[in-house]
């Protein structure tokens, strides 16, 4: 996996639960373990930090617009390295952790075709 790929499932992972205004610690516990499972590193200084992973996240929650250029973005770096099938994984996994609300339903079926069209 490209350290490129690592970053973008690690944003699309920290958007998603955002996407409903609410993180659950089920949630959380699940992000947290997806993120060590791609060997995302936080305290490697070239990386973004968590909490600027979450700044992002807030922000481009805001904007239908911004969320689904943010998705496109991410999305074509992951198909570009083979990587869109373990994200889809980890992102169905983490939203389905405390069940989906519907906006989290609609990010699902909107990331899908990005990653796998």
Do not use: C
Request: no cysteine.
């Amino acid at each position: 996996m490209t350290e490129q790929s690592r970053q973008a499932i690690a944003e699309l992972l920290t958007l998603a639960p955002y996407l409903d205004q609410h993180l659950t610690l089920d949630e959380e516990e699940v992000l947290e373990h997806a993120l060590k499972a791609i060997g995302w590193d936080p305290q490697n200084p070239g990386k973004i930090l968590l909490p600027n992973l979450i700044a992002l996240a807030r922000e481009v929650s805001a904007d239908d617009e911004k969320t689904e250029a943010f998705m496109r973005e991410r999305a074509a770096t992951l198909k570009f390295s083979g990587d869109a099938e373990l994200a889809y994984h980890w992102l169905t996994r983490v939203l389905e952790s405390d069940g989906t609300s519907a906006k989290e339903t609609r990010f699902l079926s909107q990331i899908k075709p990005m990653l796998f069209g």
